[in-house]
């Protein structure tokens, strides 16, 4: 079956001559929920961008349900849904605008956009505060009006770029339940996170990436027996 995401050799050196990824390579399968797990500075960002062609590589091929991104970038971008790291949106704009004008750059025809604005804004507990300005809501409120904005088109394909960073716990766990949710009806899930912990909870696949390169690609299971593991050994050895 076509991989959800394909990733080979992928490299990026920035303006600067900083070489921020030296050759990756990542799969994930249609219905994964994957973690890019690693410490800040290690590439995940710059890898989401380049995959939803917000940035270019220097080198290597990536694939989004099989369509290349530097051969059919609008096909490869119809397919993913971004929640970024920063908050991107107009502060003055409102909640209702911000979802509905992305559903219009996708090209949605105005009915079909109004009623997902509608679904989404509802779906993500935003519905009542529609006619607001983005700039009056709180943090928690801000990440869910772009996991809103980033569903509006329905991609199969949803990467959240650190998404709880900052989040309180309480907050977190909804959001957690809520990406359960909708990765059991069959999207697939990608998110960065420096949080194990997160990564624990919700991925089925984790890659560990650390100054450019990943270091270690495994399901959850297999990754904790180890860390049990390693955590064993070292205690017998601290004894
Ligand atoms: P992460 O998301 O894992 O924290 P990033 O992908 O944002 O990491 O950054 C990886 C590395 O690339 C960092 O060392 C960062 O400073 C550097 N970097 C990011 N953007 C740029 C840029 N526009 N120019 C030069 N270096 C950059
Ligand atoms: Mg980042």
Redesign the pocket.
């Known amino acids: 079956m076509t991989k959800a995401l394909s990733i080979r050799g992928l490299r990026?050196t920035?303006?600067?001559g900083?070489e921020?990824?030296k050759g990756i390579d990542l799969e994930v399968s249609q219905g994964d929920f994957y973690a890019l797990l690693?410490?800040?500075?290690?590439?995940?960002?710059?890898?989401?961008?380049i995959i939803c062609s917000l940035?270019k590589k220097t080198a290597g091929d990536v694939h989004v349900f099989g369509k290349s991104i530097s051969e059919e970038p609008a096909e490869a971008k119809k397919f993913i849904g971004l929640v970024p790291?920063e908050f991107n949106f107009s502060n003055f704009e409102s909640l209702w605008d911000i979802v509905r004008n992305q559903a219009g750059y996708y090209g949605l025809p105005k009915k079909l956009a109004e009623e997902r604005t509608e679904k989404y804004l509802k779906k993500l507990g935003l519905w009542e505060k529609r006619h607001n300005a983005a700039r009056m809501l709180s943090g928690g409120m801000k990440r869910r009006l772009m996991i809103a904005r980033a569903l509006v088109h329905e991609p199969k394909l949803l990467i959240l770029?650190?998404p709880t960073a900052g989040v309180d716990i309480e907050l977190r766990r909804s959001m957690w339940d809520f990406l359960r949710e909708i990765n059991g009806q069959g999207i697939t899930i990608i998110l960065?996170t420096?949080y194990l912990e997160e990564a624990e909870s919700l991925c089925r696949h984790i890659g560990i990436?650390d100054q450019?390169q990943i270091i270690e690609d495994t399901n959850m299971k297999v990754l904790l027996k180890r860390l049990q593991k390693e955590v064993f050994i070292f205690d017998v050895v601290g004894e």
């Open positions: 990026k920035y303006d600067n900083f921020a990824l690693g410490p800040n500075g290690a590439g995940k960002s710059t890898t989401i961008s940035v790291q770029d650190e960065t420096h990436i450019g």
